[in-house]
């Protein structure tokens, strides 16, 4: 298990640098498997460095897809891939262990195709303003998956949400839930942006 100051969702990516012994440890133990996949729970209280921290009881898987070595650290890239809720916390050996189960993969219903077009366009305008507030060059043109339930995930991946909405998303229990926490999120903080930014047309 790899606890962290941040929320990591299905089909979302996870670059890390790993610099802690326990944590070099678990990589190359996973390095060395079949399947090399270390759950991410967000922590509730405390830091993601030395333990003794507290956390969340729903997380994400994540497979490895990347990994380089530096001369400091070792880089790796993960990719969500689905829930899992903690069932007990084993000792660290050295590094955090839990028993864990896998959350029902969600399922798709056509009559929401109309809500994840919705969802899409909000986060899209939600990435153009801010990439407008930031000044930086952020294309707002990037492509989602096929597959209607893939995309509802990486759409709430991207949308601008902090990290306890998303720990309340890995609880949804259908697509149609999912979409619709993500949507109101989206707009929740584009209205923000746009009353940071003096946006008289934000103000009702």
Known sequence: MFPLGSALLPHAPLPLRIFE??????????????????GVVLIERGSEVGGGDQRFEVGTMARIIACEALADCMVIVGLGTRRIRIQEWLPDDPYPRAEVTDLDALTWDEADRLALQEVEQEVRAAAQLAAAESGDD????????????????????????????????????????????TKAGTEDAVQLMRLLGGDPDSID
């Open 138 to 181: 952020i294309p707002a043109d990037f492509e989602f998956s096929e597959d209607p339930v893939t995309a509802a995930w990486q759409l709430a991946a991207l949308a601008p949400l902090g990290d306890l909405d998303r720990v309340k998303l890995l609880q949804v229990a259908t697509t149609s839930e999912l979409l619709e926490q």
């Open 21 to 38: 012994a326990r944590y070099l440890q678990m990589l190359g133990q996973l390095l060395e498997s079949e399947q090399p996949e270390f």
